[in-house]
T-cell receptor, first 115, second 116 residues
Framework: AQSVSQHNHHVILSEAASLELGCNYS??????LFWYVQYPGQHLQLLLK??????LVKGIKGFEAEFIKSKFSFNLRKPSVQWSDTAEYFC?????????????FGAGTRLAVHP | EAGVTQFPSHSVIEKGQTVTLRCDPISGHDNLYWYRRVMGKEIKFLLH????????ESGMPNNRFLAERTGGTYSTLKVQPAELEDSGVYFC??????????????FGPGTRLTVT
C-alpha cells in the first residue's frame, strides 16, 4: 500500500537555525507531492507543491522542497527559521492514476522554534 | 472568496449517540473530500465526492459512517452510533472542477469529535 513517512515527529530549533524535514513515500508510479502546514489554531494550508518540471520547488514564507525521484523523497527546507514557523508540517502525496485523487499524508512533524 | 467551512468546530457526545458533521466547500468546487485524524496519527482519507456522486469511499471505516452531498453543494458526515475510536478531528477539503487533473485541495478548520 502507498504510504508517506516523515522521519521526525518533533523538532525543536532556535531562531535562525536551518530546517530540514524528511519525507519519503512508497509508490512506484507518478506522484504529485505537497507540504501542508497547520499553524496553531488555523486551517491546514498549502506550503508548496510539486507536479512536474524543476524538482526544486519554492513555497511561501521562504520554504523550499526538493523532489528526488531515485530516493522517493521530498524533503522540506528553510535556511533560517523564525518563531512564527512554529507549526505542524505534513507531507502528502496525491496518486496520479486513473480515478485516484486522494491525498495520503505522513504523520506530521511538530516544529517548535524558540526565540 | 469564502473558504471551506465546517460545523460544528467541536462536538462531545456519548458512546452510542449520533453526530452529524457538516462541510460547506468553496463555491464552485465540484470535488469534496473528507479526512480524519485520530490523535497522534496521520490524516487519513475517508471519501471523495464529485458533485453529488461518491467517487471513492474506500477510506470509510465501517457502515456506522454515512456521507451525503445533497445537490452537489454542502456535505454531511453522520456517525451512528458513535464509538470511542471515532474520536478525532474530521477535516473537509474541496478542489476545483474537473476529475482528470490534480488540483490543490483547500481544507476547512476541522471538527474535533470527542466520544466519551
Amino acid at each position: 500500500a502507498q504510504s508517506v513517512s516523515q522521519h521526525n515527529h518533533h523538532v525543536i530549533l532556535s531562531e535562525a537555525a536551518s530546517l530540514e524535514l524528511g519525507c519519503n513515500y512508497s509508490y512506484g508510479g507518478t506522484v504529485n507531492l505537497f507540504w501542508y502546514v497547520q499553524y496553531p489554531g488555523q486551517h491546514l494550508q498549502l506550503l508548496l507543491k510539486y507536479f512536474s518540471g524543476d524538482p526544486l520547488v519554492k513555497g511561501i514564507k521562504g520554504f523550499e522542497a526538493e523532489f528526488i525521484k531515485s530516493k522517493f523523497s521530498f524533503n522540506l527546507r528553510k535556511p533560517s527559521v523564525q518563531w512564527s514557523d512554529t507549526a505542524e508540517y505534513f507531507c502528502a502525496v496525491n496518486l496520479k492514476s486513473g480515478g485516484y485523487n486522494k491525498l495520503i499524508f505522513g504523520a506530521g512533524t511538530r516544529l517548535a522554534v524558540h526565540p | 472568496e469564502a473558504g471551506v467551512t465546517q460545523f460544528p468546530s467541536h462536538s462531545v457526545i456519548e458512546k452510542g449517540q449520533t453526530v452529524t458533521l457538516r462541510c460547506d466547500p468553496i463555491s464552485g468546487h465540484d470535488n469534496l473530500y473528507w479526512y480524519r485524524r485520530v490523535m497522534g496519527k496521520e490524516i487519513k482519507f475517508l471519501l471523495h465526492f464529485v458533485k453529488e456522486s461518491k467517487q471513492d469511499e474506500s477510506g470509510m471505516p465501517n457502515n456506522r459512517f454515512l456521507a451525503e452531498r445533497t445537490g452537489g453543494t454542502y456535505s454531511t458526515l453522520k456517525v451512528q452510533p458513535a464509538e470511542l475510536e471515532d474520536s478525532g478531528v474530521y477535516f473537509c477539503a474541496s478542489s476545483q472542477p474537473g476529475t482528470g487533473g490534480i488540483y490543490e485541495q483547500y481544507f476547512g478548520p476541522g471538527t474535533r469529535l470527542t466520544v466519551t
